[in-house]
């Protein structure tokens, strides 16, 4: 075949052969310092997270039990609420001009907080008060908060009661914080917390061209765009937009310490990428993707003040794609997509509560997104996020 | 295993893996006389150093996957000719087919000694002028020896597609070899 000998001819003339390149060095090593600075930033952000998730692992399993005599900020609230549903009770006698030693005070009071506090607030006329144990300490009556509440209906009440608690009184609390009755307790207290997340967006993308994709694309049939949109980048570095999360949770109390959760999520996913259609290549096309989701997350709370909690969580999460839109020039193409996109979570939060039903909270947290077979993104390409987030808190 | 001066190539692939910039500047320099041509034929020499360029992250990103299966030389050539085909879809010109179309399907064959007049660079770009669409099928099937299954696969074209203008790109070429030939007399 005079066609294959030239072919043979040619290749031979072919193989191995040389040419001086110019020399494109200077843009690789950019190209390469560019890549590094992407991977240390990728892994800054992972040890951030997994430290913060050791550290609140570690709170969480060598925290001791709670004990008796431990000053927690509950106890404050609940010595302070004491002087006002118990004035009837308070004894004449005359405040001690030497002050006591607090600490058995507060471990009465924690004592009594714990058993009966709300017990005495609508049963005033209980006589095992620890109040009267407590002697009175000379005190600036009129800057507790105590004084100037309005005692509908009842008796005129001797000062002294009130000096008593003023040991405990938490002078930042804002002046309307005691004005509720029988405020419950943080852990008693149903949350609804509305959020949103921002997930770093640390991967350089790690896609080649995938000939067997392309192939299925190009034997699809022509005029059936819908079926022939196949995500094949042509450069490997794919970009993708920080993924936002918002959604709304409620969280029950289900111990003292614990609480779980469940809400509903909503997370917009954008990648952008150069992407074959009927064999067009179409230079950064978008690929947008709804989902919506349901977490149930468990937490313990480890530290709880009256304006400050600290907690560690643990969730998982499934999440439906309910949209999934190619923008490719002036085209809009949207396909569905099946099954569940799972995930587990797990972090470390503070919450800071500025009015007693509304405060403001933190999650950094590390959260893994399993293979499920999800259209293509951050979530496939960078299984492995560091979780940021943001949100107000309810009481309810 | 071939010898650079101070590194065997596997070392240079270890210290490319590690990251090692001078091992990385060691493989650029071996490799990029050889891979310079493969992106001159796929494109022709105005886009190749770009690709030359992209080609060697490429390389660098993913080195860690080579698994001492075959050449190295030839896991590379892989790469930048896929690269080069990348180039070419963006570039959407392989889906223009006008070119094609004009191409003579029968043409002059050349004779023995013609082809061994022509310098190598000279050939380069006689191949790397050939219509974007004519010039991928021709140096996927007779250089790097891809059925014509392959071929179809590759560049998302029919196995008859392929056959067809392989026949078109072998007779263009021919004939651009040949009047370069006679110029030369």
Sequence with gaps: ?396 | MQETSSYTEAELIAGCVRGDRNAQRKLYEQYASRMYPVCVRYLGREDAKDVLQEGFLTVFDKIGSYKGEGSFEGWMRKIFINASLMQLRKSDVLRRTEDIEQAPETGGTVGNGVLEQIGTRELLDQIGSLPAGLRSVFNLFVVEGYSHAEVGKLLGITEQSSRSQLSRARTLLQEKIKKLYNGKQ
Excluded at chain 1, 208 to 226: E, R
Excluded at chain 1, 377 to 387: E, K, V
Aim: hydrophobic share 40%; net charge negative; with cysteine.
């Design chain 1, 1 to 396: 075949m005079v066609s294959n000998d030239f072919d043979k001819r040619l290749r031979d003339r072919l193989e191995g052969v040389t040419e001086t390149a110019p020399d494109v060095w200077e843009g690789i090593s950019k190209g390469l310092e560019r890549r590094r600075r992407q991977v240390i930033f990728r892994r800054f952000s992972v040890a951030v997270a997994a430290a913060a998730a050791v550290v609140a692992l570690a709170l969480l399993v060598f925290r001791g039990p709670r004990t008796e005599g431990e000053v927690t900020a509950p106890v404050q609230i609940a010595g302070t609420e004491q002087p006002v549903v118990t004035p009837a009770e308070i004894p004449d006698e005359p405040a001690p001009s030497e002050t006591p030693d607090i600490a058995p005070i507060q471990q009465q009071i924690a004592a009594f907080t714990k058993k009966q506090a709300v017990a005495v607030a609508q049963k005033p006329a209980v006589t095992e008060t620890p109040v009267e144990e407590t002697p009175a300490v000379e005190g600036p009556a009129e800057e507790t908060p105590v004084a100037e509440t309005p005692v509908v209906e009842q008796p005129a009440v001797e000062q002294p009661a009130v000096d008593a608690p003023s040991l405990l009184t938490e002078d930042d609390l804002p002046a309307d914080y005691w004005e509720e009755e029988s405020r419950p307790r943080r852990t008693h207290t149903s949350q609804i917390s509305i959020l949103s997340n921002l997930t770093t967006v640390s991967s350089d993308g790690d896609l080649l061209y995938i000939p067997s994709a392309m192939h299925a694309s190009s034997q699809s049939g022509k005029g059936q765009a819908s079926s022939q949109v196949e995500p094949i980048t042509a450069t490997n570095a794919p970009k993708f937009y920080v993924p936002l999360t918002v959604g709304l949770q409620v969280e029950f109390p289900i111990t003292e310490r614990f609480s779980v959760g469940t809400g509903l999520n909503y997370s917009y996913l954008v990648s952008q990428y150069d992407m074959l259609v009927d064999k067009v290549m179409y230079e950064g096309a978008y690929n947008q993707l709804h989902y919506l989701g349901i977490p149930v997350t468990l937490s313990y709370h480890f530290v709880q003040t009256p304006h400050v909690g600290v907690y560690a969580s643990a969730s998982a999460a499934a999440e439906k794609c309910v949209s999934q839109r190619y923008v490719y020039g002036s085209n809009t193409l949207n396909e569905k997509v099946g099954g569940l996109q799972w995930s587990a979570k797990a972090g470390v939060g503070v919450e800071y509560w500025f009015i007693p039903r509304m405060g403001l909270y933190f999650d950094p947290s590390l959260v893994y997104f399993f293979d499920n077979k999800q259209p293509f993104s951050i979530r496939t390409q960078q299984p492995l996020q560091a979780n940021f987030e943001i949100g107000l808190r309810f009481k309810i």
